[in-house]
């Protein structure tokens, strides 16, 4: 089993920047899918980025340009840039794994792990 804790969360003002991190603990990593989701206050979970085992992304049309996901197989992380942030950037952030390290995916039915999720708020 894999156990994923996110941290980075904060407030922010629009145009600012914070880093998010997912460490996965209870097994390696290396071979599984990431992704990152949120959910703002009365809507549904979206799609923000994933990265496969080996560094392939894929990102929200949303916020292509402003975020950046990566992973340090080393330390079992996964991060989530987030640049020029905007108030609609406003959620709560999970971090998801899954087995299918080679497939990108934006179902969160694909995904096997989550994390607790960590709040995000971005002032105007």
């Known amino acids: 089993q894999v156990r994923l804790v996110e941290s980075g969360g904060g407030l922010v003002q629009a145009g600012g920047s914070l880093k998010l991190s997912c460490e996965a603990s209870?097994?390696?990593?290396?071979?599984?899918?990431a992704g990152w989701f949120r959910q703002a206050p009365g809507k549904e979970r979206q799609f923000v980025a994933a990265?496969?085992?080996?560094?392939?992304?894929d990102s929200a049309d949303s916020v292509k340009g402003r975020f950046t996901i990566s992973r340090d197989n080393a330390k079992n992380t996964v991060y989530l840039q987030m640049n020029s942030l905007k108030p609609e950037d406003t959620a709560v952030y999970y971090c998801?794994?899954?087995?299918?390290?080679?497939?990108?995916?934006?179902?969160?039915?694909?995904?096997?792990?989550w994390g607790q999720g960590t709040q995000v708020t971005v002032s105007s």
């Open positions: 998801a794994g899954s087995r299918f390290g080679a497939t990108l995916s934006r179902d969160e039915e694909r995904y096997d792990f």
């Open positions: 209870g097994r390696t990593f290396i071979s599984y899918a």
């Open positions: 990265i496969g085992w080996s560094g392939t992304t």
